[in-house]
């Protein structure tokens, strides 16, 4: 299985985190199931921008974004090459690093 090392971030994982993911499921639903609490407004839908990770390492094993990920990723807060939305990120056979972004463009969180 590969793991997925969430850096640390003071909201949503203080000390980091190294997840075990599955193959075929979402860098966001392998966070959620680890009690990682990524803002996701749309439910998933590729419709905002709040689950906006960078993926620092591993970003080559994620099949391309398509261009309704792209447009939204357009209006991300600190944009990166390496930026995907993590509803739509599908974890593949390799190891992911990944860090969540100080900020997001939503400015109050939705409680999922």
Known sequence: MPQIVFLPHADH???GAVVEARVGETVLDAA????IDIE???EKSCACTTCHVVIREGFASLEASD???D???DKAWGLEPDSRLSCQAVV???D???EIP??????VSEGH
Do not use: F, W
């Open 13 to 15: 994982c203080p000390e």
């Open 32 to 35: 959620l199931r680890s009690g």
């Open 40 to 42: 996701h407004a749309c």
């Open 67 to 69: 261009e309704l990920e």
């Open 71 to 73: 447009d939204m990723l």
């Open 92 to 94: 593949a056979n390799a």
């Open 96 to 98: 992911l690093v990944v």
């Open 102 to 107: 100080k900020y997001t463009i939503n400015q």
